[in-house]
């Protein structure tokens, strides 16, 4: 019947044409499909009434196994549900959302505009994995929420109330930092303000500080009073006592500056002053030119505002809160009686550990006449220190007899290099 042919390389394949008997087995194979096919159906469709209440009875199980499924599906679900709520508001809680109760009654509306919560223009932060930016504000502020909605009861966009006094009763309970306003500070005209050098021993003028809350009303009043051991007259620029301080030892207990700063072997350019007093360290220290904040709070003195006029930096801000400054950035921090917390030691340990945070390696710890009530709290405080490994450059023990027998530590101390 012919052929055809196909050249492949070096060959030839051959195609036959199809035989009268390979059509018939084709055709034979194509009924046995179609016959199988047809008995198939036949069987599903005429199966016996046994066979059909093994059919419903198997669905039945099915459609129960199913139902048994979806519960447990809903159930996990559920649980899901309830795990991400947890998470949600774990997270809320550690970052302060929910600070300060807003439900009680009273409480003012500037409170409650300030604390909302507002989303993030582009949703959940992927480094943070927070969804909400939320006010910064003290967790004890609910502890005081009396006093924190007084605080913040003002007209928005007017005048502020003088109330400074109530913001640092707020800070000494641990309300701390302390929301934001919306009104103008009461503004006190700041007359007879010289530049530097002068400013830094010229009286300050009465009339440029605020003495409302205070007892005294000027600053021969407060020259009268002992407000702290550091501070006897401190107010007094033209006092030769004052004029003195940290260039002319009174006792042994006494370092002058420009020793301190030699031990230092160079490189003092910033310090931090914990309980400064009206400022006279960060004066001596600006006279050769390094850079000293002085921290402080207002207590029975306008601290601040002093400390302000005479061109030095005064940082208000309570010793329980953490200090704003990043790690290893001061040559210098330097703290006398000040620095007692006055509580528990794990509570004055808290402190040294952010004095030394902030002190960078080979930098100097200045303790100045720092009192212990006696030989025990010495002996503590002794202990600490060397926790830290710092070494010993001065270190000079007193006893004040005209104080019952107080005992008074001075020293100078390096921060060692850890790694």
């Given at each position: ?63 129960k196994n199913m139902s048994l499924i979806s519960e ?214 600006a006279e050769r030119n390094v850079t000293v904040i ?126």
């Amino acid at each position: 019947m012919g052929s055809v042919s196909l050249k492949i390389g070096d060959g030839t394949a051959r195609f036959r044409r199809a035989t009268l008997c390979s059509s018939a087995v084709n055709i034979l194979m194509l009924f046995s499909v179609l016959t199988t096919n047809l008995f198939a159906l036949y069987a599903f469709t005429s199966s016996s009434p046994k066979d059909q209440q093994h059919q419903h009875l198997l669905h039945h199980n099915t459609q129960k196994n199913m139902s048994l499924i979806s519960e447990q599906v809903s159930l996990i679900l559920r649980e899901i549900d309830s795990s991400q709520k947890k998470l949600a508001q774990m997270e809320k809680d550690l970052l302060g959302y929910g600070s300060v109760d807003l439900s009680r009654p009273n409480t003012a509306t500037e409170l409650k505009t300030f604390l909302q919560h507002h989303a993030l223009p582009l949703g959940k932060d992927s480094r943070t994995g927070i969804t909400e930016m939320v006010a910064s504000v003290g967790h004890l502020c609910d502890k005081s929420a009396e006093l924190l909605s007084q605080f913040m009861n003002y007209k928005a966009s007017g005048p502020c109330p003088d109330d400074w006094s109530l913001a640092q009763r707020l800070i000494l309970r641990g309300c701390e930092p302390l929301p934001r306003r919306r009104c103008f500070a009461k503004t006190v005209p700041k007359v007879g303000l010289t530049s530097l050098p002068l400013s830094l021993w010229k009286n300050v003028s009465a009339k440029s500080v605020t003495w409302s809350g205070l007892g005294c009303k000027n600053f021969e009043c407060l020259n009268s009073k002992k407000s702290s051991r550091e501070c006897v007259g401190c107010f007094d620029l033209g006092n030769v006592a004052e004029k003195q301080r940290f260039v002319k030892a009174r006792s042994k207990n006494d370092f002058v500056i420009d020793d301190v700063l030699a031990l230092g072997g160079g490189g003092m350019r910033v310090g931090f002053d914990i309980g400064g007093g009206s400022g006279t360290f960060a004066a001596r220290m600006a006279e050769r030119n390094v850079t000293v904040i002085t921290n402080t709070l207002n207590i029975d003195a306008p601290y601040s505002e002093f400390i302000a006029a005479r061109g030095l930096f005064p940082l208000f801000l309570s010793l329980d809160h953490r200090f704003p400054f990043y790690d290893n950035v001061f040559d210098l921090v330097h703290a006398a009686s000040g620095l007692d917390v006055g509580a528990k030691q794990e509570k004055f340990e808290f402190l040294m550990f952010d004095i030394d945070r902030i002190l960078r390696p080979g930098g100097l710890f200045w303790l100045d006449n720092f009192q212990c009530a006696d030989e025990e709290k010495k002996r503590d405080l002794t202990r600490l220190i060397e926790r830290f490994g710092y070494k010993k450059l001065k270190w000079v023990v007193g006893v004040d007899s005209s104080t019952s027998g107080s005992i008074y530590l001075s020293a100078v101390l390096q921060k060692p290099v850890r790694v």
